[in-house]
């Protein structure tokens, strides 16, 4: 079974900039979370779908936004990018969304390297 | 809100010494997960605590969950090389998946 993949690997924008970052999860994965890490940073929520629906939201700007797709694909945007944007963009998928399964062990993707000049 | 406080945030170590990370929730969590990130990489699923005081163990890691279950640890014995790398918990309540801030494990040459 394929893993989670997302895409691109690598990005270089400058600010002002938007920027699409996609993310496929497992076969039969209906729930994608996506984080935001900075060096030495934990894992900043950002949000989590499940079945085209905004669950969660963490605590980020509106120039962060993302949906999920029909066949549970997912796309996160930042909109007007800032040097500060620059970080690893994590998503992770599970079967279910956080205590609507007995586990659901959260199987994350390589990232997505964004630099912000 | 609600938090799940990991600590320390780095632990210095000699190979073959113990290590221990903590987390401590503000509140009651259904169940306790626990991931390893390696420098490089991304975060993977090591193992989940379900029950008041279970104790679970793989290899030289040993996983508790508190009889509160507002609490768990892990407690990686004689570390090693590979052992290198991020630990985090993440805990279930109230339908989210919190996050503790992780603890970098270093060994130290």
């Known amino acids: 079974k394929a893993g989670v993949t997302q895409t691109p690997r690598y990005l270089i924008k400058t600010r002002g900039q938007q920027v699409t970052l996609s993310c496929s999860p497992i076969s039969g994965h209906r729930s994608v979370s996506w984080y935001q890490q900075t060096p030495g940073q934990g894992l900043q929520f950002l949000f989590e779908y499940f079945s085209e629906t905004q669950r969660n939201k963490g605590n980020f700007p509106g120039r962060f936004s993302g949906r999920q797709f029909s066949n549970s694909r997912s796309e996160m945007n930042v909109s007007t990018l800032e040097l500060g944007d620059s970080a690893l963009y994590l998503c992770?998928?599970?079967?279910?969304?956080?205590?609507?399964?007995?586990?659901?062990?959260?199987?994350f993707g390589p990232g997505t390297r964004l630099t912000v000049l | 809100g609600q938090q799940v406080m990991q600590i320390p945030q780095y632990q210095h170590v000699q190979e073959g010494e113990d290590f221990t990370t903590y987390c401590n929730s503000s509140?009651?969590?259904?169940?306790i997960q626990w991931y390893k990130q390696r420098p490089g990489g991304h975060p993977v699923f090591l193992i989940q605590?379900?029950?008041s005081g279970e104790v679970k163990k793989q290899k030289r890691l040993t996983f508790q969950f508190g009889e509160a279950k507002k609490n768990s640890s892990l407690h990686i014995t004689a570390t090693q090389t590979t052992d290198v790398g991020t630990y985090f918990c993440?805990?279930?309540?109230?339908?989210?998946?919190?996050w503790g801030a992780g603890t970098k494990l270093i060994i130290k040459p």
């Open positions: 993440a805990g279930h309540s109230n339908y989210q998946l919190i």
């Open positions: 992770a998928s599970s079967l279910a969304p956080p205590g609507l399964a007995d586990s659901n062990e959260q199987f």
């Open positions: 605590l379900v029950k």
């Open positions: 509140t009651t969590l259904s169940n």
